[in-house]
């Protein structure tokens, strides 16, 4: 089992199928989903859904992966297939159906367009939120967990775990010219990556814009880039 005596780091969470705002965060290596859950971490299914039991299944994370584990009567899908006290790993995308209330799709933050060895590059950024509590209601705002929220309210699409790491530092360099290769060493140690970081960018760029072709917050000439959480005057 995996050493979680440090602070647990987040890489994944689950997205409500029917309401895509509604995010379950995954912050230990242990959560549990059933109509009794009850813990900090845990996920609980209103009691009305009967076909959920009182400990119905478990997420549980280990070397790396995500994996569920049923524990119920009548099982847990993943992808449509029916498991039953047994675990099975899950992977981005994958969609998850408890009972007749409870249909998420598993999210991982990990997930991105740099390759598996050039994410070991990626540097820590400290917290930029200051004392704010909370997302203000013009431009935007990039959450502990993950979640980025434009004028008040949170953007649909997911940010991955390296694309948050690149607002938190954008956030601390606001309304500054910056340029590709700034960006790219200081977030990830070096320039190797350069064209994989311009890529993600640009694909950051068409979440947290409300038209990406008109862009107010991230803005990305050539080999320039310039953050405006606030917006263009």
Not at 27 to 52: H, M, W, Y
Not at 80 to 87: A, E, I, T
Not at 161 to 169: A, G, M, T
Not at 192 to 202: R, V
Request: with cysteine; aromatic share 8%; charged share 20%.
């Amino acid at each position: 089992m995996s050493d979680f005596s440090g602070k647990f780091i987040q890489t994944a969470l689950l997205q409500n199928v029917d309401i895509p705002q509604q995010r379950y965060v995954l912050k230990a290596p242990f959560v549990s989903i059933g109509r009794a859950a009850a813990g900090d971490n845990d996920i609980p299914i209103p009691t009305s859904d009967s076909n959920v039991s009182r400990t119905h299944a478990s997420l549980i994370y280990d070397d790396g992966v995500w994996m569920l584990e049923d524990h119920s009567l009548n099982g847990t899908f993943v992808n449509g297939v029916r498991h039953n006290n047994r675990r099975v790993v899950l992977h981005d995308g994958d969609y998850v159906r408890i009972g007749k209330s409870f249909h998420v799709i598993f999210k991982d933050l990990e997930m991105t367009g740099i390759d598996e060895h050039s994410t070991s590059n990626f540097l820590p950024v400290p917290d930029t939120n200051g004392d704010i509590d909370g997302p203000p209601q013009k431009g935007l705002w990039v959450g502990e967990d993950g979640s980025v929220y434009r004028n008040g309210s949170m953007i649909t699409h997911l940010i991955t775990k390296n694309e948050f790491r690149i607002l938190k530092y954008l956030m601390a360099h606001v309304d500054v010219d910056l340029t590709l290769e700034q960006v790219c060493r200081t977030i990830m140690g070096g320039s190797e990556n350069i064209g994989a970081m311009s890529k993600m960018l640009a694909e950051m760029q068409t979440k947290i814009e409300f038209d990406p072709k008109t862009p107010k917050y991230l803005m990305l000439a050539g080999n320039a880039v310039r953050f405006c959480p606030s917006g263009l005057k």
